[in-house]
């Protein structure tokens, strides 16, 4: 049997988030509760940029990218293949795509955040083109991330 080569596509609630949270549980870590996969994909289809793609093979999610562009900068946010797939080309396709799609909204410039000690994740970012630069990161939470607020 041949395996059928990846196709990427927008992210559809009634198709795809069932597997997206499976991945994610799988590839990410969940200790904050802000990360909470339910949550996440709730909030980025309220905005509904299109800036969301999941890579799919024989009907199944693979791997996902979500990207986000606020007019002055783009992002790369939530990259994952699913583990027995990883360094076969799938996180790769989907970098260039949401490059490409940043880049039709007129993104000059694309930023990302990765763990620190996460080497081979570094490792991947660098071979496909990105430096790492001396920057600060630095992060306020804000409110009730579950939204109901107090």
Sequence with gaps: MTMQPIQI????????????????????SYEAEHNEPNLVIDKKCVVDDGLFFV???DDVVVGTIM???DGHRGWIYAMAVAPELQKGGIGSALLEFAEKELALRGCMKINLQIMEGNEGVQRFYEANGYLAEKRVSMGKRVGD????GS
């Design 9 to 28: 596509t927008t992210y559809n609630n009634q198709t795809h988030r069932a597997q997206v949270i499976s991945l994610w549980q799988k590839v990410f």
């Design 55 to 57: 890579a799919v093979r």
């Design 67 to 69: 990207a986000g562009y």
């Design 145 to 148: 991330v579950s939204g109901g």
